[in-house]
């Protein structure tokens, strides 16, 4: 059964750093792709970055570029998300999300979700 966790989420102020990560277990196809996406209360899902099996290609939203880093370590099955100059907008929760193939934008081209982490970033 694919699984999808995140993990390090929490409370930080407005300025500061989180390290999200996202262990998939149950993934035995090879390669895949994963990103991250968010949802804040009352707002739509939110693309937040993305990136191939490989590592070679990443995409961010705008509103997170130049602040976020997207990578993997695929011997760990692990994807993290590296967050800086964190704002009260970037306030919510974060899903990791795999597919067998795509990697990109679009939440409803992934298979596999997780759970969630919340995030909260105090002014």
């Known amino acids: 059964q694919v699984q999808l966790v995140e993990s390090g989420g929490g409370l930080v102020q407005a300025g500061g750093s989180l390290r999200l990560s996202c262990a998939a277990s149950?993934?035995?196809?090879?390669?895949?792709?994963m990103g991250w996406f968010r949802q804040a209360p009352g707002k739509e899902r939110e693309f937040v970055a993305a990136?191939?099996?490989?590592?070679?290609?990443?995409i961010y939203a705008d509103s997170v570029k130049g602040r976020f880093t997207i990578s993997r370590d695929n011997a760990k099955n692990t994807m993290y998300l590296q967050m800086g100059s964190l704002e009260p907008e970037d306030t919510a929760i974060y899903y990791c999300a795999a597919d067998r193939r795509y990697f990109g934008r679009n939440g409803y081209e992934y298979d596999y979700w997780g759970q969630g982490t919340q995030v909260t970033v105090s002014s």
């Open positions: 990136i191939r099996w490989s590592g070679s290609t990443t």
């Open positions: 149950g993934l035995t196809f090879r390669p895949y792709g």
